[in-house]
T-cell receptor
């Protein structure tokens, strides 16, 4: 199993450009998540998807959209990139273990917006 | 509003010593408290987790201590090794139908000196 995979690994955008970050998991997990990681702030939830066909906002959704394409894939789109969106983006999926949802993270996408 | 506060931001420990990282939370509805370990250029990986019905959980050299009344929990790494050098994040969540949405602390960068 590859686990959670993300593409691309690195991306540089100019202000106003758009792009889509791709995420896929092969663990048959129902729930998937998008986080951003900034220095000193831990990881903050952008959007999540409890199951195929559903998405909900997290803590910092402004400037982003998501699509749960199928059970495996969950994409994050920046319609008009801004320098404040320079960050490392992580996708995760989760499974229930002993009543708790254990989250598994991908390797991340490092995005720079100039 | 940071609902999970983590300290210290950085920590240097000698090989064989004990590393202690502390977290405090505000939301009494939280019912799942995981710790994640992250190496440079990698995604966070689940290390150990605890639920509030127990005060301590140990897995190998890693122990979580939980104080429900004080709303605090901590990670203890016994016999710290250079390979433990990484960034550690505490997190908290409350169960809901959408899967546990994690709220992360700001992270602690641990360096274990040989």
């Amino acid at each position: 199993n590859a686990g959670v995979t993300q593409t691309p690994k690195f991306q540089v955008l100019k202000t106003g450009q758009s792009m889509t970050l791709q995420c896929a998991q092969d663990m048959n997990h129902n729930s998937m998540y998008w986080y951003r990681q900034d220095p000193g702030m831990g990881l903050r939830l952008i959007y999540y998807s409890a199951s195929e066909g559903t998405t909900d906002k997290g803590e910092v959704p402004n400037g982003y959209n998501v699509s749960r394409l199928n059970k495996r894939e969950f994409s994050l789109r920046l319609e008009s990139a801004a320098p404040s969106q320079t960050s490392v983006y992580f996708c995760a999926s989760s499974v229930v273990v002993g009543g708790s949802y254990e989250q598994y993270f991908g390797p991340g996408t490092r995005l720079t917006v100039t | 509003q940071q609902q999970v506060k983590q300290s210290p931001q950085s920590l240097i420990v000698q090989k064989g010593g004990i590393s202690i990282i502390n977290c405090a939370y505000e939301n009494t509805a939280f019912d799942y408290f995981p710790w994640y370990q992250q190496f440079p250029g990698k995604g966070p990986a689940l290390l150990i987790a605890i639920r509030p019905d127990v005060s301590e959980k140990k897995e190998g050299r890693f122990t979580i201590s939980f104080n429900k009344s004080a709303k605090q929990f901590s990670l203890h790494i016994m016999d710290s090794q250079p390979g433990d050098s990484a960034t550690y994040f505490c997190a908290a969540s409350r169960s809901n139908n959408a899967g546990n949405m994690l709220t992360f602390g700001g992270g602690t960068r641990l360096m274990v000196k040989p």
